[in-house]
């Protein structure tokens, strides 16, 4: 009980021998429990201070020292990654821009090509616009010439 850290009493002791209490008290078992009373009262509360503090402060500057083992490792793994996925960027812009000024090059030259037979239908319209004009003015012509003899011929 002592070894493990347990308060010793004669009723713990007892409960642990599986024994009564009454025997605890007998000369010959009485002192090894008192001497380890003692030995427990004197050196507990100072000695497992100090062992505890001790390791305390060991297992803090090993837990600071893992943190900054995992916080160089965290940012050596970051960049790592950045640069990475800088490069995959890279990549993907050049490839994108690539297809995507093919892409404009291809519309703007059908567009071109849209114009330019807009602009020739545009000229062949015009051409018979002007002709159809010059139809009709005929037609007018002509038409005024009819009525003028049907009128004389009344």
Not at 9 to 37: M, N
Not at 42 to 64: D, G, K, V, W
Not at 129 to 137: I, K, N, Q, R, S
């Amino acid at each position: 009980m002592e070894q493990q850290g347990k308060k010793i009493t004669h009723a713990a002791v007892a409960r642990t021998a599986g024994v009564s209490t009454w025997l605890t008290y007998t000369e010959g078992i009485r002192e090894h429990i008192e001497a380890a009373q003692q030995r427990q009262h004197t050196t507990t509360p100072y000695a497992r201070t100090r062992s505890t503090t001790a390791t305390l402060r060991t297992e803090l500057e090993l837990a600071r020292q893992e943190i900054r083992t995992l916080k160089e490792d965290r940012d050596r793994m970051r960049q790592a990654i950045q640069h990475q996925l800088g490069q995959q960027l890279d990549t993907l812009d050049t490839r994108y821009l690539t297809e995507r000024i093919d892409e404009l090059t291809r519309n703007n030259q059908r567009l071109e090509d849209s114009l330019q037979q807009a602009t020739d239908d545009n000229h062949r319209l015009h051409a018979r616009v002007g002709t159809l004009e010059t139809d009709l003015a005929a037609a007018r012509t002509s038409l005024r010439r009819m009525i003028r003899e049907e009128n004389t011929n009344r």
